[in-house]
């Protein structure tokens, strides 16, 4: 898969995609989506409820859900004292509908954007303010793939040896490609 981001000027990017990444691209989004959920209420309801909405208190069980709303405090990969618990849920208790929201309409950005492409390739220019909305949903999408991967920074290397038998190839493909848009990203807002 070929395309990457460049600059288009002032904080925006473009992007050449054929018809593969592109659908391959919405399915991961649209993927996402789904595991992230609807918001409070299922998406609709009172406005003014959902504004006082409280969220969880618990860390989701999803693994991949976890690395997207990990807990504020402690140490990962440690058991967490009682007062750090305690401080993590009260904070996710007040943040996470919010924090779900914004990953929710990241990446419903990507996927209007790629709609707009009518199921086939073309060129896509990103004003600047939807280049964050992007690097967003690509890094929620690499940090998914990274947890469904048991990604470690020790072998992340490795991936890129994987032989075509292994079963993982078709996913460590998409993350390494994700890798590879959002650091083009980052470089064409940067220019």
Not at 61 to 84: C, T, V
């Amino acid at each position: 898969m070929a395309g990457l981001f460049e600059s288009a000027g002032g904080g925006s990017a473009v992007i050449a995609l054929d018809e593969w990444e592109a659908s391959i691209l919405r399915s991961l989004e649209v993927q996402l989506l789904e595991r992230i959920g609807p918001g409070p209420g299922g998406g609709g309801g009172d406005p003014l409820a959902a504004l006082f909405a409280e969220g969880p208190t618990e860390a989701p069980a999803d693994p991949a859900l976890a690395r997207l709303f990990p807990d504020a405090y402690g140490d990962p990969g440690e058991r967490p004292d009682a007062e750090s618990k305690a401080a993590s849920s009260e904070f996710r208790r007040y943040t996470e509908l919010d924090l779900r929201a914004r990953k929710r309409e990241d990446a419903l950005q990507v996927v209007r954007a790629l709609d707009g492409l009518g199921g086939e390739g073309g060129v896509l220019k990103l004003p600047a303010a939807d280049c964050l909305r992007w690097l967003g949903a690509l890094n929620d999408l690499r940090l998914t793939l990274g947890v469904l991967l048991d990604v470690t920074e020790e072998d992340e290397q490795g991936l890129y040896n994987l032989p075509d038998s292994d079963e993982r190839k078709p996913l460590v493909m998409a993350y390494l490609w994700l890798g590879a848009l959002q650091e083009s990203l980052l470089e064409a807002v940067a220019d």
